[in-house]
C-alpha cells in the first residue's frame, strides 16, 4: 500500500497521529502489517483486549469486547473519550468488533476513517465490511476478485 507520506502532497508531508483499530487475533496481525505503511507517523492502537504482540513502546488504549450486543453502545461512549481525547489525523482498521463504534464516532469528529477487509474475506465481504463500506473514506480489499462486488473498493494487494 505505499507509505502514508508517499500520499500526501508535500505541502502536507508532517507527522500525523493514526488511531490503529482493530479485534486482537488475525485482524490485529494485520493491522500489524499495514501499520508499517504509516511508519515515522504517531500511532495510538485502539484494541477489543490487551495483546502481547504490540511493539513494546506502543501506546494502546482497550475498549469494551463487544459482541454485537449492548456493550457496542458503550463502545461508542470509549471512543468517542479516547478519541476526543487522541484528536487524531486518521482512522485506520482491518476490521471487526471495534471498527464499527470507531468508524460511526470518527464520523461525528470528522476524523477520516479508512478500511481494510481482512485477508480472510476472499469471496464476500465481512459483516463489518458490509457495515462500513458506505461510512469509510477509503475502503480497500486483499483480494480483486472481492472489488466487483463492493462498488468502489480498491485492491492494491494483500497486507500478508
Excluded: C
Excluded at 488475525?26 to 484494541?47: D, P, S, T
Excluded at 482512522?91 to 464499527?100: F, H, K, N
Excluded at 457495515?131 to 486483499?142: G, K, N, W
Amino acid at each position: 500500500m505505499g507509505t502514508f507520506e508517499n500520499r500526501q502532497s508535500p505541502a502536507s508531508q508532517r507527522r500525523h497521529k493514526v488511531a490503529l483499530v482493530a479485534s486482537i487475533g488475525g485482524h490485529l496481525n494485520e493491522l500489524l502489517e499495514l501499520a508499517k505503511a504509516f511508519e515515522g507517523h504517531e500511532l495510538v492502537w485502539i484494541l477489543n483486549d490487551r495483546s502481547p504482540v504490540l511493539p513494546p513502546d506502543a501506546r494502546a488504549f482497550v475498549v469494551s469486547h463487544a459482541e454485537r450486543d449492548l456493550k457496542v453502545l458503550w463502545n461508542l461512549v470509549e471512543f468517542s473519550a479516547i478519541l476526543s481525547r487522541e484528536r487524531p489525523d486518521l482512522i485506520a482498521s482491518t476490521g471487526a468488533g471495534p471498527a464499527v463504534p470507531a468508524a460511526i464516532v470518527g464520523r461525528v469528529l470528522g476524523i477520516p476513517y479508512i478500511h481494510i477487509e481482512p485477508s480472510s474475506a476472499v469471496h464476500a465481504l465481512t459483516l463489518t465490511g458490509r457495515l462500513l463500506r458506505r461510512v469509510a473514506q477509503r475502503f480497500y480489499v486483499q483480494w480483486e476478485s472481492l472489488r466487483d462486488r463492493a462498488p468502489g473498493a480498491r485492491f492494491v494487494g494483500g497486507l500478508l
